[in-house]
């Protein structure tokens, strides 16, 4: 939450002047809802920064003249209060926890925020495309093309031209120019004309209409225009926002620091679009480089071919001292993206949307089927 300040100069010592260009408030927008279920409670800071250097000073001016008023390390989260221009460099004006106040380097942060607005703009995007759709006639479907992959092998990273990795993905062919598009799995789509082994497709997230294989077109479980769930996942700020519709409105019911997938040998970055997930798992297992057993995350949510939305991960040789491994992993949540394609939350709060999910469990089994829709919007 920020508000674009009108320039305002300050001079300190006679010697520079600085301008205020944003004003950030750390306040949820009056007209989001809030009805908040997570007894785990919501993070404290909303218009933040995180160290991104070893370590960064806290100054009691906007300048490298400053006086060093503190010093923070790598991931320490300090609320933003102001943006300051002078002479070409960023400066935040930030508070810590302790209450000290002071100017940092722009240089030696990154800057997150949490765009509920954004969030709820995207979510009608969705529900706008169901009903204009639905209106021509057309049904509602996802796409499904997961091939488990547990050994990491073989995994098809050419991309299309929106940045769309192939692996867990359909090829689609635009109607217009025949060039072909990615379409990552369990995206949500709508059927315009049926052929015999093609269809013609409106996929949520893509502007073109394609051609894609009837093989791949999934109906379980089904698209529902009437869905009250929903897992928003801001890509750049690294937080997700999870929603649930009451009386025709939609409220907040949760939102926490997350982490997301980064290009790696291992994995990919998390996808963008609009997902309806079709399964969670009470624990979902995972392997090394080698094949290897490495590890395992609880509560997870597929989303998109191998993604998941899962808890804090663990690896099988840091059992021992569970408890410490995983605080200081959760530290990083919020911050950089990280992970080999999955959100990650705490195991706590991913319990939560399990259960929020999985409303009557087959507890003789480790894979769940949800009775309602939980819609993933997904979105930079």
């Keep these: 939450m920020f508000i674009l300040s009108s320039v305002s100069l300050f001079a300190f010592n006679g010697q520079n002047d ?3 260009i944003a004003v950030y408030d750390n306040k949820i927008p009056d007209n989001i809802i809030i009805n908040e279920k997570y007894a785990g409670g919501h993070p404290k800071v909303l218009d933040y920064v995180f160290v991104r250097s070893r370590v960064a000073n806290l100054r009691d001016l906007p300048s490298t003249k400053g006086k060093i008023v503190s010093k923070y390390y790598y991931n320490t989260k300090l609320i933003a209060l102001e943006k300051i221009y002078d002479y070409g460099n960023i400066w935040y004006h930030v508070r810590d926890a302790k209450g000290t106040e002071g100017y940092i380097s722009g240089n030696l942060v990154r800057k997150r925020i949490f765009r509920f607005q954004k969030a709820l703009d995207k979510i009608d995007e ?3 495309f169901i009903k204009t759709q639905e209106a021509l006639g057309r049904e509602i479907a996802s796409t499904n093309s997961y091939v488990p992959n547990p050994n990491n092998q073989n995994f098809k990273r050419q991309k299309d031209k929106y940045g769309t990795s192939l692996d867990q993905s359909i090829i689609g062919k635009a109607v217009d120019t025949n060039e072909e598009i990615y379409i990552p799995d369990r995206s ?3 059927i315009i004309e049926k052929g015999k082994t093609t269809s013609k497709v409106k996929v949520a997230s893509i502007k073109e209409e394609l051609i894609i294989s009837n093989s791949s077109i999934s109906t379980n479980p089904k698209v529902k225009d009437n869905f009250t769930k929903v897992v928003a996942i801001d890509v750049a700020n690294q937080n997700m926002i999870v929603f649930e519709k009451n009386n025709g409105r939609w409220e907040v019911i949760s939102y926490v620091y997350s982490k997301t997938g980064i290009e790696s040998q291992l994995g990919f970055e998390t996808p963008k679009g609009f997902y309806i997930a079709p399964m969670a798992k009470y624990v979902m297992p995972y392997n090394g480089e080698g ?4 590890g395992y995350a609880r509560y997870a949510i597929r989303f998109s071919g191998g993604g998941y939305l899962h808890g804090t991960p663990i ?5 021992i001292n569970k408890e ?3 605080k200081q992993k959760e530290t990083t949540l919020g911050t950089f993206t990280g992970t080999r394609k999955c959100i990650r939350t705490t195991e706590e709060h991913a319990k939560f949307l399990f259960d ?6 087959n507890k003789k089994q480790n894979e769940q089927r949800a009775q309602d829709n939980v819609m993933f919007v997904i979105f930079n």
């Design 18 to 20: 600085w301008s205020t």
């Design 126 to 128: 969705l529900q706008n």
């Design 188 to 190: 949500i789509l709508a």
């Design 291 to 294: 094949g290897d057993k490495q």
């Design 315 to 319: 690896n099988y040789d840091e059992e």
């Design 324 to 326: 410490f491994f995983m």
């Design 356 to 361: 929020w999910m999985i409303k009557t469990p």
